[in-house]
């Protein structure tokens, strides 16, 4: 027979609650103990620390941290919207609002807190709100649909985050504190100022030192708010985010004991005063301390969970630093970012034309990092706070580290954390690592790192790397699980065994059916030395999202039309055609970057219309689908600027000209300026070309977007003659060499030898390969052809523009609304429910 | 259930996937001829890029399970069950097919 097992209760499932539970389940304490859940939302615990993230288009099943069906699985009874309201400890069990009462072995509270809503006259008025939970924050939506204004009382952490919510959801919007400056908490007076100027000038408007003495009804306004010694504020909605009281109303009520200002009192094993009660996360006082961040609380459901299970860990304090975004702010405090104490000194970087403000806390001997303060540049919060929780020293003179923290190499100690939200160690990791688990994903997913807030995730890469190249393993740059070959090796053998298809490269060197790796590689291959049609009948399957349909598809399914403008010049008369088709089609415009036009919302089924109107007019495809050249941007240059040295326009129309169609391993981008003065950004570019009183000066592999790259000269004073076949070599050398999807500037970064390297391929012909890549990117300019114009002229090609095989496709076109006098789209839902209500209909 | 006609099996593209409307419902067809069988349906709808696009993915095999990737985030669809490899907690519902005499039938519940 089975032996009966212990009842373990836990009350709340918010993050912390089901935390314990993870933790639990990971222990196979299910199996020992009965384990019965309580939440008091309908939810299943969601992620209450991106709770804004619903403002910015995250639905609330995004937020869910679990769901029932896992509860079940593990075989725990999860009780949702289940309240309880009595705690009898002499008889070992509980009562709910239903009057059922549950008896319990062990009971863990996890109550969390509550919302502080300060004795106000007024504040339970309609229209005012706590930001607390789902329920909270749908209603706070649906009241601010109707209105215009709105205010957040409190300046802290969660009250901007509520401001910005108001923000998002259009409301004008006004931030109340009652302290001299905002998150006081956290940040010092000088970064207060900071984020003040920045939150201001996105239109929130901060009244600090102001003390609500009432709320009465409004004249221009649902609200009016009264304030001692400052003139009234009228708004529609008000949100009070004013702090965070435990939820402590059970413990009180059965006895246990509660701090003077509220909380549970625990032990180091988290504890209360009944020692088969514990109290975990925001609801418990552990050394007059209460922890109102998501790290600490689950670290003592780490603990409880262990403690259950019989085992010692202790609760030891926990670390309190913060990095954020409020409204794209970087904010971060790390440790005593205040300063607070005895032996503390302050080193303060105050950039405000930069719009940034770092201070640092040391010790004494100025060897100790004991806080810090990040506004505006969050870049080296993971540097600092590694250098903050293992003590490491400090270098010579720590105020450098306000302008660069280079200085602070990475602990190599196995006990240093990394993520400081689940506590794994460097040594955790560095285990996994030796174990077999070689993947990032699957190192988060099995050491929990970089999985809570997310900030240690760059950590968690470098640590892997680290730990990889420790045990000597050369990282995998095998394409996928279907080619045991690199890019360069698939690209070699293509081109030596001159195959064209993606059958005859897998039967020969491959295994399995492919994939959406391998096949848009293999084809991007084909298309560089071959250059056949990419919707040939063989290529088509192989082509990614964008290349398919030759046009760029968007989050609603529909396309973006980007139609070649050479140097972005171009005639009235083609300026009007662009306009007339965007105006026939409804399609939303918007000048791009590249000097020409994107013309969104185009359906599937409209784009060869769309394109034989185009090409009518003389206009060819702008490739902005490919992993290609994209423009070649220029400034006016020598034809009209009174600086212009040479003729910048007529050089960048001929390259743009010339390697329009190169198919590469990621898209290209050049730029011409025709002078000194760069207006044209060349050395942003792939390939970036400068005037000069001597010809043309070449610089290569720089990058804007995500990671920039300053280029690097790699010729001075070419003729135009000259100019082209350097880049011919260039662009041929990285098109047989990059990894799939390796911008130039990475490339180069990778090229063993460096820049030094690629000059003596490219100038000296080291390789003897020059004549060779010459003939090869001659070819590619010989075969061009305009995709777009082929593809309208092949009836094949185009059968797979269409939404539906079988119908008509005017049916189901995406929603629209308008902005600014334009259509753009509107977020869909799932179409199960409107199914289901049809067939219901139907059926009726 | 009931078995729709949907279209020829030449009106589909080997290895590609196409959009269809069936009793008010979008499906994404793929022909693959060297399955069995060789044509697969789904529901149109990507539940995580949350639009129509299925049929726009591309067709492959990650360990051996025959899937399509969303071409919006590429998360892959098992062809067979509709599983998502990435998500176990998303799936797309799955329709069976059957071809007789050139033509692509398939069984929704409607």
Known sequence: MLMQREKLLVVGNGMVGHHLIEQLVAKNAHQRYQIIVLGEERFVAYDRVHLSSLFSGSEHQDLLLSSEQWYQDNGIELLLGEQVVAIDRDKQRVTLASDTQLAYDKLVLATGSFPFVPPVQGSDRDNCFVYRTLDDLSSIKTACAGARTGAVVGGGLLGLEAANALRLLGLETHVVEFAPRLMPVQIDDAGSALLKSKVSELGVQVHTQRATTAITDGETAYHRMNFSDHEPLEVDVIVFSAGIRPQDTLARQCGLEIGERGGIVINDACQTSDPNIYAIGECALWQQRIFGLVAPGYSMARITADQILGGDSRFSGADMSTKLKLMGVDVSAIGNSLGQGEGCQEMVLQDMRAGVYKKLVVNDAGDKLLGAILIGDNQDYDALLQCYLNGMPLPAHPAELLFDCSALQGSKDAGAIICSCHNVTRGDIAAAVQAGTHELSELKSCTKAGTGCGGCSTMVKSVLDEELAALGMEVNHHICEHFAYTRQELFHLARVEQIRSFDELIARHGQGMGCDVCKPAAASIFASLWNEHVLDAKHQPLQDTNDAFLANMQKDGSYSVVPRIPAGEITPEKLIVLGEVAKKYDLYTKITGGQRVDLFGAQLEQLPDIWQALIDAGFETGHAYGKSLRTVKSCVGSTWCRYGVDDSMGLAIMLENRYKGLRSPHKLKFAVSGCTRECAEAQSKDIGVIATENGWNLYVCGNGGMRPRHADLLVSDLSTDELVTMIDRVLMFYVRTADKLQRTSVWLQNLEGGLDYLRSVVVDDSLGLNAELEAQMNHVVDTYQCEWKTTLSTPEKLARFRRFVNEGDAAATPDYRRERGQRIPVRMVDPKAEFIQHTEQEGA | ?110
């Open chain 2, 1 to 110: 259930m009931s078995w729709n006609r949907v279209c020829d099996l030449d009106a589909l593209i080997a290895n590609s996937g196409m959009g269809a409307l069936v009793k008010g419902r979008q499906l994404a067809l793929f022909y693959l001829p060297t399955q069995e069988p060789a044509v697969f349906a789904l529901d149109n709808w990507d539940p995580i890029g949350k639009a129509f696009v299925i049929a726009r993915g591309i067709v492959g095999d990650i360990k051996g399970e025959v899937c399509v990737a969303s071409p919006l985030y590429k998360q892959h669809f098992s062809l067979q069950t509709g599983q998502c490899l990435e998500q176990p907690d998303v799936s797309v519902p799955v329709w069976p097919v059957k071809v007789e005499k050139g033509e692509v039938w398939v069984n929704i519940t409607a």
